[in-house]
C-alpha cells in the first residue's frame, strides 16, 4: 500500500497559479488511481479531480474544469494538480488520495492548506 505526501499550497491572491504535488511511497503507484479532494472550512469534504493509472482518463468538478489539470508520471511516483485562475472559494485544505478504482479512495495524505486572498 503506498504512502501519500501532498505539498506546495500556499497563499496566493485571485488569479495566481499553484502547483501541488502528491509523493507516493512504494513500489505499486502505478497500478493506483489518484485523485484530489478539498475541504473548506465548515464544509464537507468535496471531489476535485481524478485521473486512472495510466494518466489516460481524467475527471474534473464542473467549479474546477478549465482551471484545474491533474496528472501523474509514474516513474516519480507523483501525482500533481495545477490550479491556474485561483478564486477565493478555492480555499480549502487539499487532500490527494489513492485507489484501485474510481470508487474507493482507501490512502489519503495529509493535506496542504491552499488560501486565495481577494
Known amino acids: 500500500q503506498v504512502q501519500l505526501v501532498e505539498s506546495g499550497g500556499g497563499l496566493v491572491q485571485t488569479g495566481d497559479s499553484l502547483r501541488l504535488s502528491c509523493a507516493a511511497s512504494?513500489?505499486?503507484?502505478?497500478?493506483?488511481?489518484m485523485a484530489w479532494f478539498r475541504q473548506a472550512p465548515g464544509k464537507e469534504r468535496e471531489f476535485v479531480a481524478r485521473?486512472?493509472?495510466?494518466?489516460?482518463?481524467?475527471g474534473y468538478a464542473d467549479s474546477v474544469k478549465g482551471r484545474f489539470t491533474i496528472s501523474r508520471d509514474n516513474a516519480k511516483n507523483t501525482a500533481y494538480l495545477q490550479m491556474n485562475s485561483l478564486k477565493p472559494e478555492d480555499t480549502a485544505v487539499y487532500y490527494c488520495?489513492?485507489?484501485?478504482?474510481?470508487?474507493?479512495?482507501?490512502?489519503w495524505g495529509q493535506g496542504t492548506q491552499v488560501t486565495v486572498s481577494s
Open positions: 488520495a489513492a485507489g484501485v478504482t474510481f470508487l474507493n479512495w482507501n490512502v
Open positions: 512504494g513500489r505499486t503507484f502505478s497500478t493506483y488511481a
Open positions: 485521473i486512472n493509472w495510466t494518466g489516460g482518463s481524467t
